[in-house]
């Protein structure tokens, strides 16, 4: 675990309002820093100055671990997040689960002898 302060520098000036906080490691406080800047830039409304300034963070002892400016926190690629549980997209041209279309087949012949039209689902 890392004790990491996050200050604002702003052109030559570091602005007095840090924040700690505990992460595990450097990649965890670059999450935060993101997170730090993203936020403000929301409530801000988007202030270009704060486009050029800089998160720096720093370990108990002062040393700096990592800097990140606002423009590179803000427009960084996000690494997608492996989920097990997330849906996976079905491949083009895979065709519909015939499944689904024969659960559908006695609501769409109900709905015909009531003369009304059920849209074929999935394609079916």
């Known amino acids: 675990m890392i004790r990491a302060h996050f200050t ?13 906080q505990s992460v595990d490691d450097i990649e965890a406080a670059r999450s935060v820093a993101r997170t730090i800047v993203q936020r403000l830039m929301r409530q801000h409304g988007g202030d270009p100055r704060l486009l050029d300034a800089t998160m720096v963070i720093g370990d108990d002892d002062g040393a700096t671990l990592l800097e990140l400016s606002f423009r590179d926190a803000l427009y960084m690629p996000v690494e997608p997040v492996a989920d097990p549980d997330r849906r ?22 109900l709905a015909g002898a009531l003369g009304a039209r059920v849209q074929p689902l999935l394609g079916s």
């Open 88 to 109: 996976r997209p079905r491949p083009p041209g895979r065709a519909p689960s015939k499944r689904l279309s024969a659960a559908f087949h006695p609501v769409r012949r």
């Open 8 to 20: 604002i520098r702003l052109g030559g000036n570091s602005l007095p309002a840090s924040a700690a």
